[in-house]
């Protein structure tokens, strides 16, 4: 089969796989006042499970389970870290979402968009989610092993601290945005 | 007429009506105002027929004359398809001003990449000139709408029904006729009738999509969103940006992380 026939065959089939993704009904809820200005609710949330987080993954804490405890026991606790991780993994994520519908509305709204930030967040994107399921896979097939994890403690004890002053300007931010997607809503752009 | 057969002449017959139904439609609906480069290119096919009908009933199917008068009508069609579609985009994107302005050059640049793309590996021979650039161009028009369909989706700006019938039906009409095009220049000789059989069908097809998503008076468009002052923009993005840029440095530390020393 003469390879020049199948190219246009793929380009098309390239463009109808494109289309139907473009058009398939949206699984996340419409994005709404409530929902941006939840950023700052986030942050805080962030903050209260910080203290349990880094707690859970306290190095110290494991040692000296390892150490002490019965098998069984640090089996376990390996396994409820592990369930930690991932739930930080899931928070990442959804914080990840909420910023990027916060952008998308302050730039559909916007009378000039830079091109570089949007193809920046588009990369961002792009990369975030690529490196979200590596983590992922490897969270769940073991590859990434539990004295690895031990040092989320201090990368979240790290992120603690950025996370709440950004947080605290982007609470002012999120008020913003609320009013944006309230003018959105009303003005002609369904977020549905 | 007899070298067409039976089947392509009642589908033509049924495609005529039916583009004279949809361009009746789209005048008593008072759809014209929105959509006149749609109008037009409906218009245009519709007259394309016309005079296809007239140069095969007078001199055949084979002749040179029909072979004109069907590739000149074919690019007049072409360049109307082309305006009903930067029609589409105008009314998907149009009314938010910055991201239509920025869309519209990636669209275009997307439909010309297609373009290039078809050109490049599609060109062999200079009998086959027309058809390639026909299925460039068609291509092109193909990907400019998936193009917009993604900007959409992607800046969650909502697109009608109207506009998203319109939308697949001209896209999918651009790819049935690129694959057609593709197997036309491959087996030119034993293929024609039968292309011609399947682009119609798809065109008709394409009309009924059309005619059913136009048979109510589109709503009038919505008010233009009241926009933000231009440094809301300057002064948020960047900070979103830097914000995303540190939850992706998140996930970098998962896999830098050192043992501890336990």
């Known amino acids: 089969v003469n390879i020049l026939l199948l190219l246009p065959f793929a380009a098309v089939a390239l463009l109808l796989a494109a289309l139907v993704w473009a058009l398939r009904p949206r699984r996340n809820s419409p994005a709404n006042p409530s929902d941006l200005a939840g950023l700052e609710e986030s942050g805080r949330q962030h903050a209260t499970y910080f203290g349990v987080i880094r707690q859970a993954m306290s190095a110290e804490d494991f040692a000296f389970l390892a150490a002490h405890a019965p098998s069984g026991l640090v089996r376990r606790a390996h396994r ?3 369930r930690i991780a991932i739930l930080y993994l899931e928070q990442l994520r959804t914080d990840f979402q909420r910023l990027l519908r916060v952008a998308r509305v302050i730039a559909a ?17 792009m990369q975030f989610f690529w ?8 969270l769940y097939a073991g590859l990434l092993l539990l004295p690895q994890l031990g040092g ?8 603690s601290l950025r996370m709440e002053l950004a947080m605290k300007e982007l609470g002012e931010r ?3 945005a609320a009013e944006l997607a309230s003018t959105l809503n009303g003005r002609g752009l369904d977020m549905a | 007429m007899a070298d067409l057969g039976h089947f392509t002449v009642w589908l033509w017959a049924a495609t005529a009506m039916c583009q004279v139904f949809l361009l009746v439609v789209l005048i008593a609906r008072q759809n014209v105002s929105i959509h006149p480069a749609f109008t037009f290119y409906v218009f245009m096919t519709l007259a394309q027929s016309g005079l296809l009908f007239l140069a095969i009933t007078g001199s055949g199917f084979w002749s040179a004359s029909s072979w004109k008068v069907g590739w000149f009508t074919q690019c007049l069609v072409l360049a109307a398809r082309g305006f009903a579609v930067a029609e589409l985009c105008k009314h998907i994107l149009g009314r938010f001003r910055g991201v239509w302005l920025m869309a519209r050059w990636t669209i275009c640049a997307s439909g010309l990449i297609a373009l290039c793309y078809a050109l490049i590996v599609g060109f062999r021979k200079w009998t086959l000139m027309l058809t390639t650039a026909e299925l460039g161009i068609e291509l092109a028009i193909a990907a400019v709408i998936v193009s917009l369909l993604l900007f959409a989706r992607y800046y969650e700006i909502e697109v009608d029904q109207p506009f998203r ?11 049935v006729a690129v694959l057609n095009d593709t197997v036309l220049e491959h087996w030119l000789n034993g293929y024609v009738s039968l292309w011609n059989k399947f682009g119609m069908l798809a065109f008709f097809a394409c009309l009924l999509l059309w005619t059913q998503a136009l048979r109510h008076s589109v709503p009038q468009a919505a008010a233009d969103p009241l926009l933000l002052d231009g440094s809301v923009y300057l002064q948020v993005i960047p900070e979103v940006n830097g914000r995303l840029r540190a939850l992706n440095e998140q996930l970098i530390q998962f896999w830098r992380l050192e043992e501890p020393r336990t």
């Open chain 2, 165 to 175: 019938s319109l939308a697949i039906g001209l896209c999918l009409y651009s790819c």
């Open chain 1, 174 to 176: 999120a008020a913003v």
């Open chain 1, 80 to 82: 409820d870290r592990k």
């Open chain 1, 152 to 159: 989320l403690n201090q990368m979240v004890s790290e992120l």
């Open chain 1, 131 to 138: 490196r979200y399921r590596m983590v992922s896979l490897g």
């Open chain 1, 109 to 125: 709204l916007s009378p000039q968009v830079a091109a570089s930030h949007e193809f920046e967040r588009m990369r961002l994107t």
